[in-house]
């Protein structure tokens, strides 16, 4: 049954290369007029795009539909909106405790086509009582969660996962809260800091990308208010366009290697600073390390933000900031 999916998911890659391949000819008279290069940011929208309808089209046919006690839920890149031209399609499939016989099924016929097209899937199937209990025991997968965001089916059932997790994140953030530190730092041990790196690691590296979902995962559990740092006038920007920077540039790299990478080496540095219109690499260099560290800024300001408002015992409670406790999504109390 898988088999006859197949071509979708094929349909799904070629689109994907066309997208990718797109670009104006160096002359007029040089070739066929192909379809203008997108840029970083409108190539990330029409993956995102693409995948939502492929998606969505996919689940009708599956009868994942509002009332069918199933759903499809995206997580990672798609969920955050930021697809990359690599990057893997992390996906949930969401059950009301149905039979495990139907949820099988549907998710065969799901998942094999996408295998057999060799889309880089990282996939699960659960329950959001399930999907619950694995947030809560991997710290990982609980940050994940936190960016997920409902493609097809069933919006309550969608809604009741992501409701739970982001509950869940807020009620327990105290006791995650040093975990959550030490691997943070350990993450920063492993990659470096982006503003000292000739070839560094966009996505790990210390004022990089994860740092930017760290900053929302505070925010979310409430203990920051939006990212604090620099103003839109520093060398860096703010941290929004510090982030748009470094995610623009990850794009390209992907775009320029051909394949998933987070690393940017100094071969390809030139030509993505050109198709950035930044420069040579030194300006695209520069970039980097300014983007860097804004969020490095933002991410200790977040911390010490988000320490100071959790709970003490002892004598330290006597000099720490005002308490701040999440009463509800958007909602916080501040003694």
């Known amino acids: 049954m898988a088999g006859d999916k197949t071509s979708g998911a094929a349909d799904l890659v070629a689109a994907r290369k066309q997208l990718l391949d797109a670009a104006e000819p160096a002359h007029p008279r040089s070739g066929p007029v192909r379809a203008a290069r997108l840029d ?23 009868g994942i539909a509002a009332d069918s006690g199933l759903a499809i839920v995206a997580v990672g890149g ?34 094999y086509p996408l295998w057999d097209a060799h889309v880089k899937l990282d996939h699960s199937v659960r329950t959001p009582a399930q999907a619950l209990q694995v947030a809560s025991g991997d710290l990982t ?26 509950r869940a994140w807020r009620a327990g953030i105290r006791s995650r809260f040093d975990e959550l530190l030490e691997m943070t730092a350990a993450r ?28 929302d995962a505070l925010a979310l559990a ?5 990212p604090a740092g620099p103003g839109p006038n520093s060398p860096g ?15 390209e790299l992907h775009r320029v290697a051909g394949r998933a990478r987070d690393h940017l080496q100094a071969q390809d540095a030139d030509e993505i600073g050109q198709a950035l219109r930044l420069g040579d690499r030194f300006e695209l260099a520069r970039t980097l390390s300014d983007s860097a560290r804004t969020i490095s800024y933002s991410v200790d300001v977040g911390l010490r933000m988000a320490g100071n408002a959790l709970p003490r015992r002892g004598l330290s409670r006597l000099r720490r900031a005002p308490l ?3 009463l509800a999504e958007g909602v916080v109390e501040q003694s």
């Open 222 to 226: 409430q203990l920051t208010d939006l």
């Open 40 to 62: 970083a940011p409108a190539l990330r929208r029409a993956l995102v795009d693409l995948h939502d309808l492929w998606l969505s089209t996919q689940g009708a046919e599956l």
């Open 324 to 326: 701040r406790r999440p």
């Open 237 to 251: 920007g703010g941290p929004a366009q510090a982030h748009q920077r470094l995610v623009d540039v990850r794009t």
């Open 78 to 111: 798609l969920g955050r909106q930021e697809m990359l031209p690599y990057s893997d399609l992390d996906l949930i499939l969401v059950h009301d405790d149905l039979d495990p016989a139907q949820v099988g099924a549907v998710a065969e016929q799901l998942w």
């Open 141 to 166: 997968a609980a940050l994940g969660m936190l960016e997920a965001r409902h493609i097809v089916g069933d919006a309550e059932l969608s809604a009741r996962l992501i409701d739970s997790v982001r």
């Open 188 to 215: 920063w041990k492993r990659s470096g800091d982006i503003a000292h790196r000739a070839e560094p690691d966009l996505k790990n590296g210390r004022g990089g990308l994860r740092d930017v979902q760290l900053l």
